[in-house]
């Protein structure tokens, strides 16, 4: 057969042949089915990458049909130094001399471990500082939670914890929120309730703490220290999310009724 004879013959076939509506709907639905496919893949591979290494990692994503075209993503881990897991931010919140000796208050925020061997040595770190944890039995429990402990201290002691907990996130105070513990200036029991440690909301501008012999103490927003510091303060601690901090003080030969926010 010559190249004629065919040409011929193909063009009968098409003159017989009964031509329809292009499946266009079908021919879009592919494309999605298609389309959907390639994000499935990259979102495997993504997880793949992430658990094998640690690094996030994208490629072969659609963009605009150029399946030329190449993304890659890589974003790093927060190593657990950054985050405080093996040792806190630390806030001075007062400081004063009670019978000689320097007492002093402190909050300490430790980031959330995030796996075994983090909170193995996170829980070994707070041990050699002495505090722990609130509701924790082993050192597991302490994956993904923050730790804070409030602790006060005199003199060359080690400082004893006063307010503390272990939680997954930190409860949010607002408007007038309140949360307060008396305590001593030192470790004799004449200073007992001469010392208030809460927490408030961020938006508290005073907090009134009133005594037993019926005076009061103000404790407003103070930034830094000095001479003048009364020893009741309001102050932002580094890591806590929930609200903010203050100290009251009470003069001697009286101790704490209650306190409010007052502004």
Not at 66 to 74: C, E, L, M, P, Q
Not at 208 to 218: E, I, N, P
């Amino acid at each position: 057969m010559t190249q004629t004879d065919i040409a011929l013959l193909l063009a009968d076939a098409a003159d017989e042949a009964e031509i329809g509506m292009a499946p266009v709907q079908a021919v879009i639905r592919g494309g999605r089915r298609r389309r959907a496919r390639r994000w499935a893949l990259a979102a495997v591979t993504t997880l793949v990458v992430a658990g094998s290494t640690g690094v996030l990692a994208v490629t072969g994503l659609p963009d605009g049909g150029h399946a030329d075209r190449r993304t890659d993503v890589a974003v790093r881990p927060v190593p657990a130094e950054a985050r405080h897991v093996y040792q806190p931010e630390s806030t001075d919140l007062a400081r004063g001399t009670y019978q000689g000796k320097e007492w002093r208050v402190s909050v300490d925020v430790w980031g959330a471990p995030r796996t075994e061997a983090e909170a193995n040595r996170q829980f070994d770190a707070m041990a050699e500082l002495g505090v722990k944890p609130a509701d924790v039995r082993r050192p597991a429990d302490l994956i993904g939670k923050v730790s804070y402990f409030a602790s006060r201290g005199w003199g060359e002691n080690r400082p004893q914890q006063v307010m503390f907990d272990t939680v997954e996130k930190f409860e949010q105070y607002s408007g007038t929120d309140l949360q307060a513990v008396a305590t001593r200036l030192g470790y004799g029991g004449e200073s007992s309730g001469r010392l208030v440690i809460g927490m408030v909301s961020k938006s508290a501008r005073q907090v009134t703490c009133h005594w037993k012999d019926g005076t009061t103490a103000l404790a407003e927003p103070t930034e830094g220290f000095s001479a003048q510091d009364t020893g009741s303060a309001i102050r932002t601690v580094d890591g806590f999310k929930g609200g903010n901090w203050f100290v009251c003080t009470a003069p001697a030969g009286t101790s704490y009724g209650s306190a409010e926010v007052t502004k």
